[in-house]
């Protein structure tokens, strides 16, 4: 009978045990604990206007959204981190001189704070067509 009862106990603790394990699992996914992957940036845009632009682009998981740019390829402006975590991103650039090319990249970063950075891409803005 006591043998029964400790192969009882060994198989309760062993079935609580597996039990943890799969809870910590679990929850190991849904909140980013562990994920060291950064999220891998795609389709970005650009759509420029006499004094600014809008920059688009798409992530494979919910991230952050910010673009650096500038002149040359230096960029020396960013925009404030929207730190809304999404996979649709869309970050309007305001206060641009017309006429002139400008570099950008984009940054995302992911709820594990792994962060994707895309190549220089560049948009060129309007000609300032309005009279005086």
């Given amino acids: 009978m006591l043998i029964r009862e400790t192969k009882l106990k060994t198989f309760i603790i062993l079935f609580l045990f597996i039990l943890l394990l799969t809870s910590c699992s679990k929850k190991s996914r849904v909140t980013g604990v562990g ?5 891998v940036i795609s389709n970005v845009a650009s759509s420029a206007t006499s004094s600014g632009a809008t920059i688009t682009w798409t992530t494979d998981e919910t991230a952050t959204s910010q673009v650096e740019y500038g002149t040359s390829i230096s960029y020396g402006s960013t925009t404030t981190e929207d730190t809304t975590l999404v996979t649709s991103h869309s970050v309007s650039i305001t206060g641009l001189n017309s006429s002139i090319v400008y570099h950008y990249r984009v940054k995302s970063k992911d709820a594990s ?3 994707a950075i895309s190549d220089d891409d560049t948009f060129t803005t309007t000609a300032d067509t309005t009279g005086p």
Wanted: aromatic share 0%; proline share 12%.
């Fill in 113 to 115: 704070n792994n962060q």
């Fill in 35 to 39: 994920d060291t992957t950064a999220p």
